[in-house]
């Protein structure tokens, strides 16, 4: 292939919805595969590690393996190793972070960075003031990631962005963002199948974290109209997609034209 020659695929509305394939998934995957086309699964999805995500793919009938996903808690604890080793690492996360948080010093109180990840029951006001407290006693805020929102067969669901958000607002400080829409992370991605971002495209469902973040870093940005997408997205976006398709099914097609 001439023009793309890497691609980097969101999982949740892209892939699947509630951990099932969506139309077009399967078939996606293997005719990468077929094509001998390098791809990475680039998730700000942190309730699963990446073993665990690959089996519930798998089982999906989507075949992929540990190695060809990057989630966001792994680009925070490689973020924390590099410029904060040795804090004290409060976390406030869905599913289990510390398998991908290998060391990484977790604490309850007393943190010197305050983490949050994806949102849950959890995010109650008690753990979300804990955090504010810590945040004004001088502790950093990371967000694994910054989506506002997701969308699941039972409905909407908040996201933890929405909570960085307020505690931006509340403390005067700015998140450091180790997931979607951060550069780095792209960027590292794509450095694991060795193509360079003005050769690669990523694909995903939310017009701002997904495609102008991956737009912004200098790849091809490809929004898929499932998973969270709405139409009034595309109108109050600050930037335009490269290419809109109805889903990813229809993805080997556009990459065959952009050859």
């Given at each position: 292939m ?16 509630s ?5 077009g ?5 293997e005719w ?5 086309v ?59 972070a ?14 010197d960075?305050?983490v ?13 003031n ?70 690669a ?19 091809t ?39």
């Open positions: 001439g023009g793309i020659q890497g691609v980097l695929l969101d999982i949740d509305g892209v892939l699947t919805v951990w099932r394939a969506l139309p998934a399967i078939e996606t995957v990468l595969r077929e094509r001998h390098p791809f990475r699964l680039i998730t700000n999805t942190t309730t699963h590690t990446r073993a665990d995500l690959a089996a519930t793919l798998r089982s999906a009938g989507i075949a992929v393996e540990a190695e060809e996903i990057v989630t966001a808690v792994v680009a925070t604890a490689s973020y924390l190793r590099a410029h904060r080793p040795g804090a004290r690492v409060f976390v406030l996360s869905d599913g289990n510390r398998a991908d948080l290998e060391g990484v010093t977790l604490v309850e109180e007393g943190a960075v305050v949050l990840g994806g949102a849950y029951e959890g995010f109650t006001y008690e753990a979300l804990r955090a504010f407290r810590m945040l004004m006693d001088g502790a950093e805020l990371i967000g694994m990631h910054r989506n506002l929102y997701w969308r699941t067969s039972e409905g909407w669901q908040l996201d933890g962005g929405a909570f960085i958000a307020g505690l931006e607002e509340a403390t005067g400080r700015r998140a450091v963002v180790c997931g979607k829409p951060a550069a780095a992370y792209f960027e590292s991605a794509l450095s694991t199948i060795g193509v360079t971002p003005e050769r495209a990523m694909v995903g469902d939310d017009v701002v974290n997904d495609v102008l973040g991956a737009q912004a870093a200098g790849l940005g490809v929004l898929v109209r499932t998973g969270k997408f709405r139409p009034e997205d595309l109108e109050r976006a600050p930037g335009v997609p490269d290419h809109v398709i109805d889903e990813v099914g229809s993805l080997p097609e556009l990459l065959e034209r952009l050859s």
